[in-house]
């Protein structure tokens, strides 16, 4: 078999059926960002899969030109959220203020869509607030459910909507954080919310946000689970078309620059006029338009050339590197850029789950953050550049040391 024929190519929207155009970028065929090797699979046959970034020629969606079966992505799945501190802390400040918003309490019922570990639900069982995650990976929904988080492992669609209407009700509030740009059948995962949201009901979804991604060249958050690339103009008929709408959105700082959207069923509240203000802001910039694209395709070219050139300067001044986070971006990122075991010579990553592994495609060992410390590589190659702060705050010892972290977006620099 070969790698193409294990992906599905995509030539029309998955959203409105028109035809895909681009490319907009083309980073070759890779590996799934987050099927980690094993140690007794170092030698074996390792699929690869176009990872090419197309938009609709009609309504504008982003996304890719092939789709590889959500199974083989999520079932058993390396990442778990409460595994950064940042991002607890950026859950637990979004739960207490959807409660506060929308009055949550005892009565109501919360859904959150792919839930990980428990980590956001967890802020709204301590309110006395009953809710359900559902979750597809089988090793997380069990941690979730072990912390007592209770959790249907399960892929949501129409048919997991049923399932939890029959059993509990529907929901006044459904959370999806990095989940909708997930889901291939776009427009059967938006039905189910429909279908499950109370007639006053409110879902909200975060997911990184085009613009910001193609104006920092953030071409890391492209990896095969992420199938969609959203920006507001094709979200407006994508939710009209099931009778919803778009009443609301935040821009938040996550991820290197997301939005937060939230749903309604149709004519049940006006939208406020930040969802205006976010249209007008990509029409503004250009966002959609194929002179758009060409400039962050040319960006993103120039930007591969300079990471792997300033990877071979290290090495050429006989330094050593190390990378931090064996995270999906960094797998994008070091196949895209060409940069392997023969330049890095580890990569420490904080989850356990991970350590003892090898990144995909580049083959290069995954070790215990402790690591760093004892090694002492001259340079860190931060692959999880978007929790920097955390990171480099967590680091003092190693920065003390002499070590230093190579940011490699927007342009190559060091901190400190």
């Not at 590996?31 to 980690?36: D, E, K, Q, Y």
């Not at 590889?68 to 207490?96: G, I, R």
């Not at 639900?121 to 090793?139: F, S, V």
Request: glycine share 6%.
């Amino acid at each position: 078999m070969t790698e193409n024929l294990m992906a599905m190519s995509q030539k029309a929207c998955r959203s409105c059926g028109d035809e895909l155009v681009g490319p907009i970028l083309d980073l070759g065929n890779q590996p799934l960002a987050n099927r980690l090797i094993r140690d007794n699979q170092i030698e074996d046959f390792e699929p690869r899969f176009p990872l090419c970034l197309m938009h609709c020629r009609k309504c504008g969606l982003i996304q890719l030109s092939h789709t590889v079966d959500p199974k083989m992505l999520f079932s058993d799945y390396p990442y778990f959220s409460s595994n950064s501190e940042a991002f607890l802390k950026h859950a637990k400040m979004a739960a207490q203020s959807y409660i506060e918003e929308y009055n949550l309490d005892k009565n109501s019922f919360v859904v959150e869509i792919a839930s990980n570990d428990g980590y956001l639900l967890k802020n709204i069982l301590g309110n006395g607030i009953p809710c359900l995650g559902i979750e597809p990976a089988k090793n997380i929904a069990k941690k979730a459910e072990d912390e007592g988080v209770p959790t249907l492992c399960d892929f949501f669609s129409k048919k997991t909507a049923e399932k939890v209407i029959s059993k509990y009700g529907r929901a006044d509030l459904i959370v999806g954080n990095n989940v909708f740009a997930h889901v291939p059948e776009v427009n059967n995962f938006v039905q189910a919310v429909k279908r499950l949201l109370t007639k006053s009901g409110r879902a909200i979804f975060e997911f990184p946000w085009a613009l910001a991604m193609m104006k920092n060249l953030e071409f890391d958050t492209i990896y095969h689970e992420h199938i969609f690339y959203f920006h507001t103009h094709p979200l407006v008929p994508l939710f009209a078309k099931h009778c919803l709408q778009i009443v609301k959105i935040e821009q938040i700082p996550i991820h290197g620059g997301s939005l937060r959207v939230h749903i309604a069923h149709k004519d049940t509240d006006s939208p406020d006029p930040s969802v205006a203000n976010i249209l007008a802001e990509e029409t503004h910039e250009g966002l959609g338009t194929e002179e758009y694209y060409e400039k962050f395709r040319q960006e993103a070219l120039d930007l591969k050339c300079k990471i792997a050139a300033e990877i071979r300067k290290i090495k050429q001044s006989g330094n050593k590197i190390a990378a931090y986070g064996a995270s999906a971006k960094g797998s994008t990122l070091l196949n895209f850029c060409g940069i392997g075991k023969e330049a890095i010579e580890f990569v420490v990553d904080r989850n356990v789950n991970k350590q003892g592994k090898f990144t995909p495609g580049t083959r290069i060992p995954i070790m215990p953050i402790a690591e760093l410390i004892k090694k002492m590589p001259d340079v860190t190659l931060l692959l999880t550049w978007n929790f920097a702060e955390e990171i480099l705050s967590q680091q003092k010892d190693y920065i003390h040391c002499g070590g230093k972290f190579l940011i490699p977006l927007p342009t190559p620099h060091y901190l400190p």
